[in-house]
């Protein structure tokens, strides 16, 4: 059934990289999202009014914020979608991850009103009638949030985003949630125990719980996380496939937004050839990474002298006492500069967040063992930290 809406309702839904067709699928599930979660509201709240079943209502209330945050979610969509400007010159993408983050603020509050009112309802307890029509309310709406969330993770994956993959994780919650209500329901009136505000509570728990994750996923996109080990690959992949091309390194990523990739590289070439040459490589380079993954690269071009034997020799050297520290450091813009009463080995070591060192201990320990191959060598090191994750 998804697939048949979304060939409806969708033109051109083959091509989700398209920002325009993305756009569509966002506002599209917005609008399936305020129909469905606004007509379980409805059903559920009629039903827990005239069977006075506070868990019933809670759980409608949940619906009717569900329904709320996909007005969120279309609105989102649909201002991401602008055009960028003076004001935001990389565009209003992350205007997503904003919808996404105020959908899981709104899930969290939710949570808690309900968890005040099935509190009291256990303090107060007030008898819930049994009908079939409230079990047959119940079952229709397990039904449809189940394919409901079984929709948002189609969309969310067809157009990798947080905000509906948090949205299908919501639903499914809600799943559990309302097939909590039901089998309350069911105990209820075969034992005679009421269990009506419990399990309005454990809904409510369940909401917070939800809320509080949706929360941690949403966030993270606006304070920047790290790119796929996949894709850094492909990108080193891509760019060592270019003649002239000696080593990548210092590799950021910046997103603002999906399909809002933006990213900055160091590649070495050779120093004794032609810096036109040379410098015709990274344009072609750059200008590809645009045409083709849609990347805003910016590249900073690294000399590096490669036939000199002695550097060679005194870099091989520099490198064995690095893997000896450990096998996780890696080297670049390596140089010396030769003098007659000492000389200068100058070049950058990036490590990991968190190893096992810290840069100062780090620093010390790769000077003290390169005055050990000769006391006239001193060491000009600096220290980079990886921004993208180990492999």
Request: charged share 20%; with cysteine; net charge negative.
């Amino acid at each position: 059934m998804t697939e048949f809406l979304i060939r409806l309702f969708i033109k051109d839904y083959n091509h989700t990289s398209d920002n325009k067709v993305r756009e569509k699928y966002g506002k599209f599930s917005g609008i399936v999202g305020i129909t469905t979660n606004f007509l379980l509201f409805l059903i559920k709240f009629v039903t827990g009014f005239f069977f006075h079943s506070i868990s019933i209502m809670a759980d409608a209330v949940n619906n009717l914020s569900d329904s709320a945050a996909s007005v969120v979610t279309l609105v989102g969509f649909k201002m991401a979608g602008k055009p960028a400007d003076q004001e935001h010159p990389y565009g209003h993408a992350r205007i997503e991850y904003l919808a996404g983050l105020i959908v899981s603020l709104s899930i969290l509050l939710v949570g808690f009103q309900l968890g005040r009112s099935s509190f009291d309802k256990i303090l107060h307890p007030v008898d819930a009638e049994f009908s079939l029509v409230m079990l047959a309310a119940l079952l229709i709406s397990i039904l449809i949030k189940i394919w409901q969330g079984m929709f948002y993770k189609k969309i969310g994956k067809l157009i990798q985003s947080e905000t509906i993959a948090a949205t299908a994780t919501d639903s499914l919650n809600d799943v559990m949630a309302t097939s909590a209500v039901f089998i309350g329901t069911v105990i209820t009136k075969l034992t005679g125990v009421n269990l009506d505000g419990y399990m309005g509570l454990a809904v409510a728990v369940l909401i917070v719980i939800t809320g509080v994750k949706l929360i941690q996923s949403t966030s993270n996109p606006l304070l920047g996380t790290a790119p796929t080990r996949e894709f850094v690959d492909s990108i080193y992949e891509k760019i060592m496939s270019y003649d002239g091309i000696l080593g990548i390194h210092d590799l950021n990523v910046h997103n603002y937004g999906p399909d809002r990739c933006f990213a900055s590289v160091h590649c070495e070439v050779s120093a004794s050839q032609d810096i036109l040459v040379s410098h015709d490589i990274i344009d072609n380079i750059e200008r590809d990474f645009l045409t083709e993954r849609g990347i805003h690269l910016v590249i900073h071009l690294d000399p590096i002298v490669t036939d000199d034997a002695r550097t060679n020799a005194v870099r091989a050297q520099v490198m064995q006492i690095i893997s000896q520290i450990s096998p996780e450091i890696t080297m670049h813009d390596f140089r010396v500069v030769w003098g007659t009463t000492h000389s200068n080995l100058i070049f950058d070591v990036c490590v990991a967040f968190g190893f096992q060192l810290t840069d100062e201990e780090l620093k010390k320990r790769l000077e003290d063992e390169i005055h050990k191959l000769n006391p006239d060598y001193h060491a000009v090191v600096t220290i980079d930290h990886d921004y993208v994750p180990a492999k």
